[in-house]
């Protein structure tokens, strides 16, 4: 049974969750994770002036993904940083390309989640997930999110991501801050959930 992990990411947040997500998958006995990451449409110039080229070509590694990969999946979690509430170009562009997919009818019935990060604390990580699963319904994947038994994001005592719609990363308004425990455990939380869900389906 396997799990395909899609991101996206620029400065590397994304990038960690990603890893998370997959450990969590692969704590599910049987499941197989695979990561990989769509396709950039950003020049090597220009992701340079943005000062993310070395950030970049730290995981320049990771196998980038088609959308014939998603057909083969089980399960796919899709991570994307929020660009004004919504998912990222990139993230966009790579879904927009589906089309063929959709008119075959190979994701209907595929479990779909997604994590995602913002700059800030309410910077749209909830909606961009929510607006993301309007893509995966249109599919017909059967979505997943991060549930309460997540104890993670019902505590007050500190500044987190993650909510019942998915795992999520606060990187700060200079991008410096790094996910922190509790959303890399929500990462993997989502992941083992995700996976758990999944081998049930495929045993049906």
């Keep these: 049974m396997k799990v395909l992990v899609v991101y996206y990411s620029l400065y590397g947040h994304i990038a960690r969750m990603a890893e998370a997500v997959a450990e969590g998958v692969r704590e599910v006995k049987g499941a197989v994770a695979e990561i990989k990451r769509v396709p950039e449409t950003l ?12 950030i970049q070509r730290s995981f320049s590694h990771v196998p980038v993904c088609s959308v014939d990969d998603l057909a083969g999946a089980d399960a796919i979690i899709f991570g994307t940083p929020t660009r004004f509430g919504n998912m990222c170009g990139q993230m966009r562009q790579f879904m927009d390309a589906t089309g063929k ?20 604390q309410h ?3 909830e909606s961009t997930i929510l607006s993301f699963h309007t893509t995966l319904l249109h599919q017909g994947m059967i979505i997943v999110g991060l549930p309460y038994t997540f104890q993670g994001q019902m505590g007050i005592d500190e500044i987190t991501g993650c909510s019942p719609y ?21 990462a993997r939380f989502q992941g083992r959930h995700v996976a758990a869900i999944a081998s049930k389906l495929t045993q049906v």
């Design 43 to 54: 020049s090597e110039d220009v992701i340079e002036k943005m000062g993310a080229l070395e």
């Design 101 to 120: 997919l959709w008119m075959k009818g190979s994701l209907v019935g595929k479990v779909g989640s997604v994590f995602a990060s913002s700059n800030t």
């Design 123 to 125: 910077g749209g990580q």
């Design 166 to 186: 998915g795992a999520s990363t606060i990187a700060g308004s200079d991008g410096s801050r790094l996910p922190s425990a509790n959303e890399l455990s929500g």
